[in-house]
């Protein structure tokens, strides 16, 4: 996987594009929040993230989809519990992935940060592959933007904690930790 500084997009993985994004205020990519995902809630491997963040979501397919069909989301990545990372937005633009959000005092995080959903829930433990993929996708943006150091990798649950929990108790920061130091 390398990451081409030039389009934001990296090569190696592959890629969804999402209408869901625009441009980049002149701000420096230096923040990295962590999400998790799964359509419907707890289901793993459905394609139904893919769709949402496409804006393509079958409503009839499940009672909670016409809850969220409205809305219009997307991260700039998505590691499935396989392993395998999809790229839905340039790491150039602004996915909408944080929402209403404030990191050491500076809000709306989406301006700064690069968003990257994991398949599960908060609850449920992530995949071995997982955190390999992450850790390997970690790597290649922080080359790309060196200021992505693993002090300002955080959750969700830390830049809007009033109204989100992702990616969880179930996640493991100290072992994403200790091996990005490792790396």
Same mark, same amino acid.
């Given at each position: 996987?390398?990451? &081409?500084? =030039?389009?934001?997009?990296? *090569? ?7 209408? @869901? ?8 990519? %230096? ?9 419907? !809630?707890?289901? #793993? ?6 769709? #949402? #963040?496409? @804006?393509r979501l079958p409503v009839a397919e499940h009672p909670y989809f016409a809850?969220?069909? +409205?809305?219009?989301? %997307? +991260? *700039?990545?998505?590691? $499935?519990? &396989? ?14 992935? =944080? ?6 005092? /500076?809000? @709306?995080? @989406? ?5 990257? $959903?994991?398949?599960?829930? &908060?609850?449920?433990?992530?995949? $071995? +592959?997982?955190?390999? +993929?992450?850790? $390997? ?14 002090? /300002?990798?955080?959750? *969700? %649950?830390?830049?809007? !904690?009033? /109204?989100?929990? &992702?990616p969880g108790p179930a996640f493991d920061w100290p072992r994403l930790r200790? =091996?990005?130091?490792?790396?």
């Open positions: 996987m390398q990451l &081409d500084s =030039a389009s934001g997009w990296c *090569h190696g993985i592959r890629h969804c594009p999402s209408p @869901n994004f625009n441009t980049r205020p002149q701000a420096e990519v %230096s923040l990295l929040v962590l999400h998790n995902i799964s359509l419907p !809630p707890g289901q #793993f491997g459905t394609g139904m993230v893919q769709a #949402f #963040f496409q @804006n809850t969220i069909a +409205a809305l219009q989301v %997307s +991260a *700039h990545f998505f590691i $499935e519990r &396989d392993g395998a990372i999809t790229q839905f937005v340039s790491c150039n633009d602004r996915a909408w992935h =944080a929402g209403q959000s404030c990191y050491a005092g /500076r809000e @709306n995080c @989406n301006d700064f940060s690069l968003g990257i $959903e994991l398949e599960g829930t &908060d609850e449920l433990p992530y995949a $071995e +592959a997982q955190y390999a +993929a992450l850790v $390997e996708l970690i790597g290649v943006l922080q080359q790309g933007y060196p200021r992505l150091s693993v002090e /300002r990798i955080c959750g *969700h %649950s830390d830049i809007a !904690p009033a /109204r989100k929990t &992702d200790a =091996a990005l130091l490792t790396k």
